[in-house]
């Protein structure tokens, strides 16, 4: 694939992403006829316009709950998705399936880096994301650069932008994030 547009854009702190996490709980022996029902409603809203991706996530342990996941570029998305006659229709036939909701979640933006599991406190406020996000991101780009860039100095433009991206991104989601948020919960968590 080539790059055909090469100025540069700025990419907002939150640009107004909404990822919908849903909790369903299913029946012992209805786990194959909730599949079938659950990949199809995600293909139905897949279709939908500024419709960004979804996941359907099995049980970690056995008769725990599926995890269905949504994401929708903006809020309108969301709720064009939400109120649609399609969604209506794919409820409405769902009867003797075996299932129940037990949980939802909507996060926006750069609140699911700062969602604590279980709960639904909200997200603080965007400039304290900013700020906590700030913080994570310079050391990693700090180490990433001084400790990669030797060894990626010689890669073309892409390959080596991609190497950084999928470290850093990776070390904000799994390392950064958690230990920042976690560090700074009780400022975050002030009004």
């Given amino acids: 694939m080539a790059i055909t547009d090469t100025t540069e854009h700025t990419v907002?702190?939150?640009?107004?992403?909404v990822n919908l996490l849903i909790a369903r709980q299913v029946e012992p022996g209805h786990?194959?006829?909730f599949e079938a029902w659950a990949h199809g409603i995600l293909e139905?809203?897949?279709?939908?316009?500024?419709?960004l991706g979804y996941g359907l996530f099995?049980?970690?342990?056995e008769g725990g709950p599926w995890f269905l996941v949504h994401r929708f570029r903006n809020q309108?998305?969301?709720?064009?998705?939400?109120?649609?006659?399609?969604?209506?229709?794919?409820?409405?036939n769902c009867l003797g399936h075996h299932?129940?909701?037990?949980a939802r979640r909507e996060l926006?933006?750069?609140?699911?880096?700062?969602?604590?599991?279980?709960?639904?406190r909200p997200a603080p406020p965007r400039w304290k994301m900013a700020i906590s996000s700030g913080l994570a991101i310079f050391p990693i780009s700090?180490?990433?650069n001084a400790l990669l860039g030797p060894y990626l100095v010689d890669l073309h433009t892409v390959l080596r932008t991609a190497a950084f991206a999928v470290v850093f991104s990776t070390l904000m989601t799994y390392v950064a994030m958690p230990a920042v948020s976690r560090l700074l919960r009780p400022w975050l968590t002030r009004g």
């Avoid at 099995?58 to 342990?61: D, L, N, S, V, Y």
């Avoid at 926006?108 to 639904?120: D, I, R, S, V, Y």
């Fill in 44 to 51: 139905t809203a897949a279709g939908f316009p500024d419709h």
């Fill in 12 to 17: 907002p702190a939150d640009n107004g992403e």
């Fill in 142 to 144: 700090l180490a990433g």
């Fill in 31 to 33: 786990e194959e006829t």
């Fill in 99 to 102: 299932h129940t909701e037990i």
């Fill in 108 to 120: 926006h933006g750069m609140e699911t880096w700062f969602a604590k599991p279980g709960t639904t």
């Fill in 58 to 61: 099995r049980p970690a342990t």
């Fill in 76 to 92: 309108a998305a969301f709720q064009r998705w939400q109120d649609s006659p399609e969604r209506a229709q794919w409820f409405s």
